[in-house]
């Protein structure tokens, strides 16, 4: 009976042991690897300029490690830096010698840069950011309200461009949010424009100050 009890024990023991390392290896062969999180593409901003304000969607595609394509689409409206606003006795608000409403969308089309990206670490992150801003400049009578005149809008085309520097802040691999300052230089062409009676404007944008976020 002692020699049976020997015999089962040799044979069982290596059979316990290989089972142990075949539900080790079925174990590390079934490992998730982990799940990287994309850059978002996609991300929203609003501007503020000397002449107007607005929102834009923006549209990302990586060149590089720390370079960026970047297309988007504003809508602004645009003031001319000499208005002025009066109110009458009721409380109603006039412009005077104002003409026309002025509303601004460009195509921006740049490049966005981190500075020292490999250098520094940490999750802010100094940029700078230029380009080219194609844009339909659209017109309506401030002398009839505001949604009649919807129907009386005139069309013009203004070219220009804009650089800028700023910082980057990056929440996580797919958000981040940034505050960029730039110049803007978007010029009519072809047709002027104007806010006030006989007073053209030359530049439709000027400094800005822009708050963004990627989604």
Same mark, same amino acid.
């Given at each position: 009976m002692?020699?049976?009890?020997?015999?089962l024990?040799?044979v069982?023991?290596?059979?316990?042991?290989?089972?142990?390392?075949a539900?080790?290896?079925?174990?590390?062969?079934?490992?998730?690897?982990?799940?990287?999180?994309?850059?978002?593409?996609w991300?929203?901003?609003?501007?503020?300029?000397?002449n107007?304000?607005?929102?834009?969607?923006n549209?990302?595609?990586?060149?590089?490690?720390?370079?960026?394509l970047?297309? !988007?689409?504003?809508?602004?409206?645009?003031?001319?830096?000499?208005?002025?606003?009066?109110y009458?006795?009721?409380?109603?608000?006039?412009?005077?010698?104002?003409e026309?409403r002025?509303?601004?969308?460009?195509?921006n089309? !740049?490049?966005?840069?981190?500075i020292?990206?490999?250098?520094?670490?940490? *999750?802010?992150?100094?940029?700078?950011?230029?380009?080219?801003?194609?844009s339909?400049?659209?017109?309506?009578?401030?002398?009839?309200?505001?949604?009649?005149?919807?129907?009386?809008?005139q069309?013009?085309?203004?070219?220009?461009?804009y650089?800028g520097?700023g910082?980057e802040?990056?929440?996580?691999q797919?958000?981040?949010f *940034?505050f960029?300052?730039n110049?803007?230089?978007?010029?009519?062409?072809g047709?002027d424009?104007?806010?006030?009676?006989?007073?053209?404007?030359?530049?439709?944008?000027?400094?800005q100050?822009?708050?963004?976020?990627k989604?």
């Amino acid at each position: 009976m002692k020699k049976l009890s020997v015999i089962l024990a040799l044979v069982l023991l290596p059979l316990c042991f290989t089972s142990a390392n075949a539900s080790d290896s079925l174990t590390s062969k079934t490992k998730v690897k982990p799940k990287v999180e994309k850059p978002n593409p996609w991300g929203l901003s609003f501007t503020y300029s000397e002449n107007g304000f607005g929102p834009t969607l923006n549209h990302y595609s990586s060149l590089n490690r720390n370079t960026q394509l970047i297309a !988007g689409i504003s809508l602004m409206s645009v003031s001319d830096t000499r208005e002025f606003e009066q109110y009458d006795i009721y409380g109603q608000k006039n412009t005077p010698n104002k003409e026309n409403r002025i509303f601004l969308i460009p195509v921006n089309i !740049g490049i966005k840069k981190q500075i020292f990206g490999d250098d520094i670490e940490g *999750s802010i992150r100094p940029i700078v950011n230029f380009g080219i801003s194609p844009s339909l400049v659209l017109t309506n009578p401030y002398s009839r309200e505001y949604f009649n005149a919807m129907g009386y809008f005139q069309a013009a085309f203004a070219m220009g461009g804009y650089a800028g520097a700023g910082l980057e802040f990056s929440e996580t691999q797919s958000v981040a949010f *940034s505050f960029n300052v730039n110049y803007s230089y978007v010029t009519p062409i072809g047709k002027d424009v104007n806010s006030l009676y006989d007073k053209n404007i030359s530049n439709l944008t000027g400094f800005q100050m822009t708050f963004g976020v990627k989604f």
